[in-house]
């Protein structure tokens, strides 16, 4: 193989990898040196919300807000009223 077509064969391997992980050592330092890294993911993956509670959680925020929403509003009609009643 000319130098050429050894560079062209790395460049296809690296792909459009970033600068900062062309490299295997960078990719083992950004995988924190883990050995067990498929593993160690897939645990903390484990311990994630699934899109059915993600859901379930969303609709009880977007509830929340929309009562925090009302009760600020009707708090300011409260102190409106209130301040326009007073003399």
């Known amino acids: 193989l000319t130098?050429?077509?050894?560079d062209q064969r790395i460049q296809?391997?690296?792909g459009a990898a970033p600068e900062t992980?062309?490299?295997?050592?960078?990719?083992a330092e950004a995988l924190g040196n883990n050995p067990n890294f498929a593993a160690t993911i897939t645990e903390?993956?484990?311990?994630?919300?699934t899109k059915t509670q993600h859901a379930a959680l969303e609709a009880q925020l977007s509830e929340?807000?929309?009562?925090?929403t009302d009760a600020f509003t009707q708090?300011?009609?409260t102190i409106?009223?209130?301040t326009q009643e007073t003399p």
Do not use: R, S, W, Y
Not at 3 to 6: A, I, R
Not at 21 to 27: H, K, N, V
Not at 44 to 49: E, I, N, R
Not at 64 to 68: E, K, P, R, S, Y
């Open 3 to 6: 130098p050429e077509q050894v």
């Open 12 to 14: 296809t391997l690296i």
């Open 21 to 27: 992980l062309d490299t295997l050592a960078e990719i």
């Open 44 to 49: 903390q993956l484990g311990t994630k919300a």
């Open 64 to 68: 929340a807000l929309t009562a925090l």
């Open 75 to 77: 708090g300011a009609a």
């Open 80 to 82: 409106q009223n209130a």
